[in-house]
């Protein structure tokens, strides 16, 4: 396959994302600032992606898991880089998946108030949302991302051989994301070869990204599915990855903008077969705790006064705020 470049246009921050097998090794070079003399490669122990900068480089490894991804994490990063010597002029290479980006792409932004990173996302979910776009956060105990910054990388590029030795569970977190862009684009690209499916989700991304950087308006439709997604990876403890979250977030929403009159079963029935043909569960887990739910929905980052939710609807799917509880717990109810 040839290699794609899909350009996210923001003015002097804009990048290209590239798509390809076997494009790593001769574009990241090429991709070093001239003033760049260190790099610092941010990555986690089973990754082993071979990172070939063509400067001084060293690796920093991050441990898995949700709970890692804190401000204590961002700390030690930081320190290790002071004591290594990294400066501003210097760059991080993010190697990963949305772990990694988010946590490298944020501890870039604010050491030594900011210096460019280069993201290499080597999951399914990674390519399709995480490492492009420019959101970076932590997490805290009370809500999922809510510290963060927009810091966007100086390029991306997705290797698409990382993905050969990808765990199902990890493919099913990216069919998570991808179902997601079934519903907020216009195409049904279910029949696409891997590799177009991710330059389709790309280029829809940056588009929206290009347009709203900031989410103050249409980038909001990314968010599609993820209201329920982020109190459940918080009330299940992050038993549920971030991926099969969103499945269930996705098919909760299409419950919820039934009961509101705002979508038919039909286009109910229509993201079922979507989830269905991604491999992917979307019925609650039988301990949920539905107050609990509800009660984090007012946690998320996204909720203003009411409980903003994206939702489908005659128009598409847009930003709703909700101030019916009964309707939310009906909807949850109907998923059990
Ligand atoms: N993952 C949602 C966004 O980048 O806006």
């Known amino acids: 396959m040839e290699t794609t470049v899909v350009d996210v246009n923001l003015g002097e921050h804009s990048y290209p994302v590239f798509i390809g097998t076997g494009c790593l090794q001769p574009i990241l070079p090429s991709l070093i600032p001239p003033t760049a003399r260190r790099a610092a490669v941010i990555t986690q122990e089973n990754i082993g992606v071979e ?3 063509g400067i001084e480089q060293k690796t920093f490894y991050i441990a ?4 890692i991804k804190t401000l204590t994490t ?3 990063l930081c320190s290790e880089w002071a004591k290594w010597g990294l400066t501003r002029s210097d ?3 993010a190697v990963g998946g949305g772990l990694v980006t988010d946590v490298g792409g944020f501890a870039a932004s604010i050491y030594h108030r900011g210096l460019e990173v280069i993201h290499v996302p080597t999951t399914l979910l990674g390519m399709v949302d995480a490492a492009t776009g420019g959101k970076t956060a932590v997490n805290l105990p009370e809500g999922k991302n809510l510290v963060g910054s927009f810091w966007q990388p100086s390029a991306v590029v997705c290797e698409l051989e990382t993905l050969l030795s990808l765990p199902e569970r990890e493919w099913r977190c990216g069919y998570g994301e991808m179902a997601k862009y079934h519903f907020i684009g216009s195409n049904d690209f279910r029949q ?3 590799a177009e499916q991710i330059t389709h989700c790309v280029r829809f991304k940056a588009d929206v990204v290009s347009e709203d950087e900031r989410e103050t308006g249409r980038r909001a439709i990314l968010n599609y599915g993820h209201t329920l997604a982020h109190a459940l990876e918080l009330e299940k403890d992050f038993v549920l990855a ?6 269930i ?3 909760y929403a299409a419950e919820v903008a039934r009961l509101l009159g705002r979508i038919d079963q039909d286009r109910v029935d229509e993201h079922e077969s979507v989830l269905k043909h991604y491999g992917l569960s979307y019925t609650l887990p039988p301990s949920s705790d539905i107050e609990k ?3 984090l929905f007012s946690r998320d980052k996204k909720a203003v006064e009411k409980i903003s939710f994206v939702l489908d609807g005659p128009k598409g799917i847009e930003l709703v705020e909700i101030d019916d509880k009964v309707i939310l717990k009906k909807a949850m109810e109907a998923l059990l």
Do not use: P, S, W
């Not at 898995?64 to 709970?67: L, N």
């Not at 971030?242 to 499945?247: C, K, L, M, N, T």
């Open 242 to 247: 971030h991926g099969e979250a969103v499945a």
């Open 293 to 295: 739910l509800i009660a």
């Open 192 to 194: 696409l070869e891997l």
């Open 249 to 251: 977030g996705i098919r």
């Open 51 to 53: 990172i070939a900068t």
């Open 74 to 76: 961002i700390e030690k």
């Open 91 to 93: 760059i991080i290479i």
């Open 64 to 67: 898995d898991g949700e709970h």
